[in-house]
């Protein structure tokens, strides 16, 4: 396959580092929209960068004027309000689609949305994610919500990792609860595959797990961590009333202009009873098929941690 002119926004965040070596490495002419000051490793061969932000219209000119593809990966996943989520993740994907619909209105455009939009009501987070999907609802866009994504570089994960030292695990719903996840290698794999079947997936939804579609429990989870480090897990559910107290500590500093993870908009997140996923909203097998369940990524992603220094 000829090279490709590839637009990434979002590259330097976890899952966008991670395309933009995987394109990269495939040959393909990579251009990202970066911010001063912040690096990128990129992979064996120069990237364009092109320096700028969302809400720089000539940033985005350049970015996306004569690309083939444009992977629109950037987004916020904290932020201090529902306004400041729906600027970086309503407003910036339209000013994408603004340029897309400009300057390469030919190109293919995918939107890497979360499980999360499906329930708008449960967080700012949440609406700003479905919000972002009605910006390109009527294009010919491909819109990927993935669940919880995981594996090397990913700091979020890393806490999981560092709470399965403790004498006592934590989980933080219930017993009949059900976790998805998917790993960052297994994104990447399905972002390459929108370049090879573009218009078999124009204009439709897909959801991202590891293919275990019901799930697992939290205890299965934090089993699965527990066993990298050869330990036996002994896990407590941690009172909702605790983690609700939690959060509004987390709303009392976003009061104050910060951007805390935990808040009570987040606890809704958290105390969801089902993250699993219908079949009738994946990729069809005969595209793309996830490779790595839970077992063999987290003890990969747990061997990257150690090898790295991050536990």
């Not at 320096?51 to 083939?68: C, E, I, N, Q, V």
């Amino acid at each position: 396959m000829k090279p490709l002119t590839i637009a990434v926004t979002g590259a330097t965040g976890f899952l966008g580092e991670h395309a933009v070596r995987c394109f990269n490495e495939l040959g393909h002419n990579v251009r990202v929209l970066m911010r001063s000051g912040n690096t990128l490793e990129a992979g064996p061969r120069p990237v364009t960068v092109i320096p700028g932000s969302l809400d720089d219209k000539t940033a985005l000119a350049k970015l996306a004027d004569g690309a083939d593809f444009i992977f629109h990966l950037a987004g916020a996943i904290k932020a201090p309000n529902r306004n400041a989520f729906m600027r970086a993740n309503r407003d910036g994907t339209e000013s994408m689609v603004t340029a897309w619909k400009k300057y390469s209105p030919k190109a293919g455009f995918v939107l890497i949305s979360s499980l999360a939009a499906r329930h708008p009501e449960l967080s700012h987070y949440a609406a700003s994610k479905a919000a972002a999907e009605a910006v390109v609802k009527e294009t010919k866009a491909v819109v990927f919500r993935p669940t919880a994504i995981y594996g090397p570089k990913d700091r979020e994960t890393l806490r999981l990792f560092g709470a399965t030292r403790w004498p006592l695990q934590v989980s933080l719903n219930s017993a009949d609860a059900r976790l998805t996840f998917v790993h960052v290698f297994d994104v990447v794999d399905a972002l390459v595959t929108v370049t090879q079947y573009p218009t078999d997936l124009e204009n439709k939804v897909f959801e991202l797990c590891d293919g275990n579609l019901g799930g697992y429990s939290w205890s299965e989870t934090i089993t699965t961590a527990a066993d990298c480090w050869k330990r036996k897990a002994r896990i407590v559910r941690l009172p909702e009333a605790v983690l609700r107290l939690g959060g509004r500590f987390g709303d009392l500093q976003a009061r104050f202009g910060k951007a805390p993870m935990l808040t009570s908009a987040k606890c809704n997140e958290i105390l969801c009873k089902n993250w699993s996923i219908a079949s009738a909203e994946i990729l069809p097998s005969h595209i793309w098929a996830p490779r790595i369940r839970i077992e063999e990524g987290f003890r990969q992603t747990f061997d990257w941690y150690r090898d790295a220094g991050w536990l």
